[in-house]
């Protein structure tokens, strides 16, 4: 890349920087020492504003990168992550928003320990949360390691190294300084800017086409390499029967795996009121659905303009596929217009992942201080103690989600995002569901359910070709593969459903009836909500 592309696109990106540390000095200004005002942001946020921030949390690296990148590479097969993303909020908006609203106060594991034992729950359930927040943040850190390596024309790593500890000291800033409240504006503003980016883009690719969308496809499918069958299934996900059942653990995990995310129960919070966290949903579902559509134009359009074996060239997952049709769409390298529009493209990126890493660090976090330190140390009612905790513990989240992006860096930030959904789905979402709508459910049930879903998930995930046995693996010297599929969703999600129901039927404990009658009003109606 050309020292103009890299000058303009750090000076954009560093403006995007001072603009969101300012809001995080000016959150910080205010009174934040209470849990709800760092937890919550004082659930004073309306529907629309947080519907903005929950699709600014939610519309992350994997889906501007990610998603794209793997349209670009594999066709029909790579749009299956973006259509999986987005029926996932149906599950959220009709199983979950308002009913973790009503029983929740700061994290899944309010809702749960509602009317169980507490402090086995939640250890558990705090667990299982910053698991599941370290693997998204690992993909972050990978999408801004790619975009950096591209932006400063370097594939060494080093360049990527660096980034990621920017990126990781940058959003350590934005938790323990500001909050919720901060976060959330982050947030908001990164989903304006992504969404104005993507309909630029898409606009442009359909320009360049005259709008007819059959010649971008077959000009995609004619340049792949593939013929016709770069724009129907089984590309990536039909080789074999090993690869069928990789896509349909896949589809498990991104269309249940929402509704176990951490970061996205905890924007629930920040509303008053069970309503407003439903129009919350209803907006973002708007806006993500509206993007998502977005990316298959853009993912296709890289293939027709820039070239599947351009796009691996620059980074074999297919991270940089949007920058590159950027260039391409702006003039080409060396031209003004493609200067700009890469400049733009890079700095919306880097503010996509700022602002992703910041909500799910403050999310995992939270489950540090409010479920697991408050349980191991039997300390309760001292909400400035943990907000203290809360903040160390983004120190040290950081640091960890570091490391492993520097070890993960090779692989595609959408495949990463959907291991983090098979956890999710496989751990947070059992217990969920079974306290919400199981009667009978006990703490046995629940302790179970949490770790009959994690364990297996990451075990497999240790067990898979993601981590060894194929020169595409984390470890391509050594083969401990054991476990034939990348995504242990098809295992591990049913396995966490049937821990937590063997936890409960031989239990001991008796359901407390009451517990239960007063949980369920109050999900319901809303009656004695926080």
Not at 79 to 106: D, H, I, P, Q, S
Not at 139 to 157: D, F, P, Y
Request: overall charge positive; charged content about 10%.
């Amino acid at each position: 890349m050309t020292g103009d592309h890299q000058t303009l696109a750090l000076l954009l990106f560093s403006g995007f920087v001072a603009v969101t540390l300012g809001i995080t000095t000016w959150a910080s200004c205010r009174r934040h020492g209470s849990a709800e005002e760092f937890y919550a942001g004082g659930r004073l946020f309306s529907p629309m504003e947080n519907g903005f921030a929950i699709a600014g949390d939610y519309m992350s690296a994997a889906s501007f990168l990610g998603i794209s990148g793997l349209i670009a590479l594999y066709g029909y097969d790579g749009l299956l992550y973006g259509v999986g993303f987005l029926v996932a909020w149906l599950v959220v908006l009709f199983l979950v928003a308002e009913l973790v609203r009503n029983c929740g106060k700061f994290t899944l594991a309010d809702v749960v320990a509602a009317r169980m034992n507490e402090r086995p729950v939640r250890i558990a359930a705090g667990a299982s949360s910053v698991t599941v927040s370290v693997l998204y943040l690992v993909a972050q850190m990978v999408g801004a390691g790619s975009l950096v390596a591209l932006l400063l024309g370097r594939t060494g790593g080093a360049a990527q190294a660096w980034t990621v500890i920017g990126v990781g000291a940058l959003m350590v800033i934005y938790v323990s300084l500001g909050g919720m409240r901060a976060t959330t504006w982050i947030q908001i503003v990164k989903a304006v800017l992504l969404l104005s980016g993507t309909v630029v883009l898409t606009v442009l690719v359909l320009l360049r086409f005259h709008g007819d969308v059959d010649r971008l496809l077959l000009t995609a499918a004619e340049r792949s390499g593939h013929g016709r069958a770069f724009l129907a299934p089984g590309l990536k996900y039909g080789g074999d029967w090993n690869a069928r059942l990789d896509f349909i653990s896949l589809g498990l995990a991104l269309v249940l795996g929402t509704a176990g995310l951490p970061h996205i129960l905890s924007r629930f919070y920040t509303v008053p009121t069970a309503r407003a966290a439903r129009r919350s949903v209803v907006w973002s579902i708007g806006l993500i659905g509206s993007f998502y559509l977005m990316t298959i134009v853009l993912g296709f359009g890289a293939a027709a303009a820039v070239g599947p074996q351009t796009v691996r060239g620059s980074n074999a997952a297919g991270n940089t596929a949007v920058p590159l049709l950027a260039l391409d769409l702006g003039g080409g390298e060396g031209s003004t217009g493609g200067t700009v529009l890469f400049a733009v493209v890079a700095a919306v990126a880097f503010a996509t992942i700022l602002a992703v890493v910041a909500g799910i660090t403050l999310a995992s976090s939270a489950s540090v201080a409010h479920d697991l330190y408050a349980s191991l140390r039997r300390r309760r009612g001292k909400p400035r103690s943990e907000v203290a905790v809360a903040r160390c513990a983004a120190v040290g989240i950081g640091v960890v989600a570091i490391g492993l992006g520097l070890l993960a860096r090779d692989l595609n930030v959408a495949f990463l995002v959907g291991l983090a959904f098979a956890v999710a789905a496989s751990a947070n979402l059992p217990v969920l569901l079974y306290s919400l709508f199981w009667r009978g459910f006990t703490t046995r049930g629940a302790v179970w359910a949490v770790y009959g879903g994690l364990l297996p998930a990451i075990g497999l995930v240790l067990l898979s070709p993601v981590v060894s046995g194929s020169p595409e693996s984390l470890f391509p010297g050594v083969d401990f593969q054991y476990f034939p599929l990348e995504n242990p969703g098809i295992v591990s999600i049913p396995l966490g459903f049937l821990a937590g129901w063997l936890g409960t039927v031989t239990s001991d404990e008796v359901p407390d009836e009451a517990k239960y009658a007063e949980t369920e009003v109050r999900s319901l109606t809303g009656a004695g909500a926080v």
